[in-house]
């Protein structure tokens, strides 16, 4: 039992951080189709999305049967309905920075959302954090209150991703569906939002599909694809890690967006921002190292109470 807990922790840690590796290299994979219109290209990634996942579920007749009695159980209704929500929101949001050529306004959103995410945990999830972990969660604090301070105004981008992907985030824990299905019924819901757009500026003469060159029609093609795979990890390593975990994991993904932006995009970091950046890496750092310090103390923990067990069944033995 102890030994299928550790191994489950160990998934959910590498889960989420390859989707977030993915997510951090996703400005990249959007910047060929910064062209198009924000919502134009949210309407269509979700469009494509809900096709690869109609693919996923003709091999998945499991997933298929629970998505049957999900839609008679009102409250994962509900739930997914507001995940879903919170899910459009931050979706239109990066993309939005993305084509306005603001990928370090939104590094700084998925900086502060890992704060959110341990917020969310202490509140709803009594998780529990040592003193460490608190000490790292406060200079985190410090060094976000610094990037907004330089940036001399309140980040909206940064604030409207951090608490979105922040609510998502706590959703995921609380609702008994496998990813697919979930990922299912999240993108059903934004899909009124797609089909009233597209008709509309379809109708407007404005509908961008096959105008467009090779390389974006395929990226285009293919954000089904690229949405939903990192989004199936994500929600099947949440549910094996706690949400303040899950939280921390994430700056990988911004820190990822950070050096691109810098190397690839030409954006600037003027040394006083970048004083916030480190900040943050440190007490990520912090973090980090308190929770694999934990993870040892509670595997020595059990080896010695398996030892001592197994030494009163030998006493019991030879008696």
Not at 150 to 173: C, R, V
Not at 210 to 215: R, T
Not at 266 to 285: K, T
């Amino acid at each position: 039992m102890e030994q299928s807990s550790t191994n489950n922790y160990k998934k959910g840690v590498l889960l989420t951080l390859s989707c977030y590796t993915i997510w951090g290299f996703f400005p990249i994979y959007w910047f060929p189709l910064s062209g198009v219109d924000p919502l134009q290209l949210m309407a269509q990634r979700i469009g494509w999305s809900l096709a690869f996942i109609i693919i996923l579920l003709c091999f998945r007749r499991e997933d298929r049967l629970l998505l049957k009695d999900a839609f008679f159980n009102r409250r994962i209704i509900v739930t997914f309905m507001a995940s879903s929500f919170f899910l459009f929101m931050n979706w239109s949001i990066y993309l939005y920075a993305i084509s306005s050529h603001q990928v370090l306004e939104a590094s700084l959103g998925y900086y502060i959302n890992p704060l959110v995410s341990i917020f969310l945990g202490r509140v709803f999830f009594k998780e529990a954090l040592t003193k460490v972990q608190y000490s790292a969660i406060t200079l985190a604090a410090i060094g976000v209150l610094w990037l907004a301070f330089l940036a001399g105004t309140i980040p909206y981008i940064a604030l409207l991703l951090a608490f979105s992907f922040g609510f998502y985030s706590a959703m995921k824990k609380i609702v008994a569906l496998p990813p697919l299905p979930g990922l299912f019924l999240e993108t059903l819901f934004m899909m009124p939002f797609t089909i009233i757009y597209l008709i509309v500026i379809y109708q407007n003469g404005n509908l961008i599909f096959l105008e467009l060159e090779n390389l974006p029609l395929i990226l285009l093609i293919l954000s089904g694809a690229a949405t939903t795979i990192p989004l199936l990890l994500f929600a099947k390593g949440a549910k094996y890690i706690p949400l303040s975990l899950v939280g921390i994991l994430q700056y990988v993904s911004p820190t990822l967006q950070l050096l691109t932006g810098l190397f690839l995009f030409h954006e600037s970091l003027p040394p006083l921002r970048l004083i916030g950046f480190v900040i943050v890496w440190i007490s990520v750092i912090t973090y980090i190292s308190s929770e694999v310090h934990r993870a040892k103390n509670g595997q020595k923990k059990r080896e010695e109470m398996e030892v001592k067990r197994v030494a009163r069944l030998s006493d019991q033995i030879a008696k």
